[in-house]
């Protein structure tokens, strides 16, 4: 299967581009926006999101014969301000992360900001596929990123602590709020009424969770020993079950800058 985007149209074609059927969206788009990306998804190729100059944008699970709507917060004025990311796929549901950034007085503002360096001018916002929804969902909390189910294919964990067979989701929450600290948390239910936060025993009450990756059978989190220092070392905390956490021993100190959980 080819999707082809020309001028303001999408056209698919089965037989390698020897013939071409244009496609006929839901929705239309308006005259005023466009079609800005073509993307295809990593652990599915069922899977396809178009996006658009807009705040509405489409996505297909059968490989562009049926589109649906979905809507993000922010309208992303060029291709490079709407970027998928953090792929996870048990199987069955899919999770993954839109990042969309205004426009501001003419450009883009690339200057990073905040504890985990994020441009206060962009948007991650976090969807979920289930096999009661053929459009992508909006997980209802802002405040999250690094969203994995324990049971995909990369983190393999194998967790017997879910006893309604929905999947479990875990994330690193970091509110905005003034004072807030960053948290792991975990739902049954894309965080819609179910979330609980699982405990570290963190030593310096100035730490900060800054990172999170489930992979190999365990979740591993860095976190930076003091956000207030500029000298400040991470720490490797991790767990098998998602309830004991154990550091980790590193021979030499990890800085922020040497390695990133990927």
């Known amino acids: 299967i080819v999707l082809l985007k020309e001028k303001d149209e999408i056209f698919r074609s089965e037989d390698n581009g020897d013939t071409w059927k244009r496609i006929d969206f839901p929705t239309k788009l308006p005259d005023s926006e466009s079609f800005q990306q073509i993307l295809s998804f990593p652990f599915n190729n069922n899977y396809c999101l178009i996006s658009t100059s807009s705040d509405t944008h489409y ?10 709507v979905f809507k993000t917060d922010n309208t992303p004025p060029r291709s490079s301000s709407f970027t998928v990311d953090n792929f996870s796929h048990d199987g ?30 962009c948007k991650t916002e976090n969807f979920y596929i289930n096999k009661s929804n053929k459009s992508p969902q909006k997980i209802k909390n802002p405040d999250l990123k690094d ?8 983190a393999n964990m194998n967790l017997n602590d879910n006893s309604n067979n929905n999947p479990v989701v875990v994330c690193l929450e970091y509110p905005e709020t003034e004072g807030a600290r960053s948290v792991v948390v975990k739902s049954n239910d894309f965080f819609n009424k179910d979330k609980t936060e699982l405990k570290f025993k963190l030593q310096d009450e100035n730490a900060l969770i800054k990172s999170i990756k489930l992979t190999g059978g365990f979740l ?15 720490d490797l905390y991790v ?10 021993r590193v021979e030499v100190p990890l800085y922020d800058w040497m390695f990133s959980l990927d």
């Not at 996505?59 to 649906?68: R, T, V």
């Not at 969203?147 to 990369?154: E, H, I, P, Q, Y």
């Not at 767990?239 to 980790?248: G, H, P």
């Open 59 to 68: 996505f297909s699970i059968d490989q562009g014969k049926n589109w649906n």
């Open 92 to 121: 069955t549901n899919a999770l993954f992360s839109i990042r969309t950034c205004k426009k501001l007085n003419g450009g883009y503002k690339l200057e990073k900001k905040g504890l985990f360096g994020d441009n206060p001018n």
């Open 147 to 154: 969203c994995a189910f324990t049971n995909s294919k990369t």
């Open 220 to 234: 591993v989190a860095s976190i930076e020993k003091d956000i207030f220092s500029k000298k400040s070392s991470i």
């Open 239 to 248: 767990s098998k079950d998602l309830k004991n956490f154990d550091k980790a």
